[in-house]
């Protein structure tokens, strides 16, 4: 690909969400030198990488949450394996299950398994809305980490959440929600190209009565994650240096990322992690 044609690529990464999570797949594997987590980072220390970083708020999450090992686990939204292939290594689960919508992150994710000989994990393309291929009452967790914003029918997400844990069940949904503004045309405009429908708060709470889905605790860390993305500029003063031209522009592309998702969640986003049980 030349750089014109790299630059194209770039721009219409902000318009596509498949393009985008192709760009930033490759923005992060320059980051670290490998494929990262696709979600956000949460801070803990100055000198974190930025993979570091996303697996300090994976961490988090799983502190939130009684251990994995010897369970079946569902991760929701899974990118491109990496954060179920990390919690597949810390946590000791007897079977972790990661699905996706996009089948080229699904595609990325077991070819990174094949180099890792992993055997208790699955990876599969399916729809958060309808988890055709889980069966009713086979898991014990359901872990969705900074997926859901993008799911349009968000009732649907929590019904199958409800369907497919056994009774006594956890999950735990760890999403970018909004803090109600009024909105331009524009902006209404890229958020449904890019499948952006956040929640507020409220209603997420409001439909998991309706979906019979006890909420134990909701706990809002934007603060850290804020904390966490101000140290990009170290992250990328490391980034692997192959293609000057190619390197230039991913960092423009990671530069806008950073400084737009810190804007949004000092003003209109607010990042919160939400756990509960299926008590039927």
Sequence with gaps: MNIFSKIISLVRSGLSTDRYYISMNQALKR????????????????????????KNLTDYCLSQLPGLKGKNVLEIGCGNGTQAMYISDKCSPSKMTGIDLNPMNIEI?????????????????DDAQKLST?????????????SAFHYP???????????????????????????????????????????LHHWPRHMYENEMLKSKLNVLQVTDITGNVIR?????????????KKNFI???????????????????????????????EKTD
């Excluded at 069940?169 to 499948?195: C, E, N, Q």
């Excluded at 966490?228 to 692997?240: A, C, Q, S, T």
Aim: hydrophobic share 35%; glycine share 4%; net charge positive.
């Design 246 to 276: 190619e390197g230039i522009l991913l960092k423009i592309f990671y530069t806008i990322n950073v400084r737009l998702n810190i804007y949004l969640l000092k003003s209109r986003r607010q990042y919160c992690v939400i756990v509960g």
């Design 109 to 125: 994710a077991k070819n990174e398994l094949k180099k890792k000989e992993t055997k208790n994990i699955l990876f599969q393309t």
């Design 31 to 54: 980051l670290d030198g490998e494929y990262t987590m696709l979600h956000y980072p949460y801070y803990l220390n100055e000198n974190d990488s930025f993979y570091d970083a996303q």
């Design 228 to 240: 966490g993305f101000e140290h990009y500029k170290n992250w990328l003063r490391n980034m692997k």
């Design 153 to 195: 029918d968000k009732a649907s997400f929590l019904n199958e959440i409800f369907r497919v844990l056994k009774s006594g069940g956890t999950f735990l949904i760890a999403d970018i929600m909004s803090v109600p503004r009024k909105t331009s045309s524009f902006k209404k405009y890229w958020k449904t190209k890019m499948h």
């Design 134 to 146: 889980i069966k009713s009452k086979s898991m014990d967790y359901v872990i969705n980490i900074e």
